[in-house]
């Protein structure tokens, strides 16, 4: 590495009834629960334009992963040859940054509810986006 | 905040001929020209199963974005009102993390070349991940 490094800050936590790694789906569509995002009280100018039934990307800290693993059994499964993490989805890579696209289903103050999320409860949030429209409707 | 920070390291960097933010489009699909990822070399492990034409997903560390940004004019057009940035694609945000939907055209060891991206030389990389194929195909 260069020896550059980047600090990131939670801008909210997971709460989910999903308490267990052991029992968290591996994908959001694999059915994962509805679960709140818990905005930090100085995120509230950022949440406030968040909207109902909007598509978003989550960004999330999965903080339970392993940083140093470079090669991994595909969904765990030890009957198909390891590959390198980035042809993976696997959490255990040197940024484990969860990637979850999903939908808002309900919105209370700094508290947002969306779709399918697979994170288990407690675990850092560091972004919400916008999934992007086609070229023209932006 | 909570106080909990956590600590990015690039696997990597962006080499582009896009070298001034003001001629980056704000889209990959918007113009943006081919860019090598060249990945540090104990990334080689990760990196190695990577196959050209492969759709993924690159995550970048915004490195001149405005982390204390909290509303932004979408696509820094004025007439358009001030909004929330989690609402928003602008790279000023808490943790200015670039998500890139894009393609793998060519791979050379270290060097992953890929299909339009609209951040600038030197960007540092975070992370690369397969797009996911619909349940059933994984």
Known sequence: MDGLRYEVRPVGR???PLTDLADAPRQGD???PEAWLVFEPEMALAVQDLVVAEQVIILTWLD???RDVLITHPRNDHSRPAVGVFSTRSP???NPIGLH???IVAIDGLRVRVS???AIDGTPVLDIKPVLDPVGER
Chains 1, 2 share one sequence.
């Open 14 to 16: 997971v709460a989910s």
């Open 30 to 32: 694999e059915g994962a």
């Open 64 to 66: 339970r992963a392993q």
């Open 92 to 94: 255990d890579r040197p």
């Open 101 to 103: 696209r999903t939908q």
């Open 116 to 118: 399918g999320l697979e």
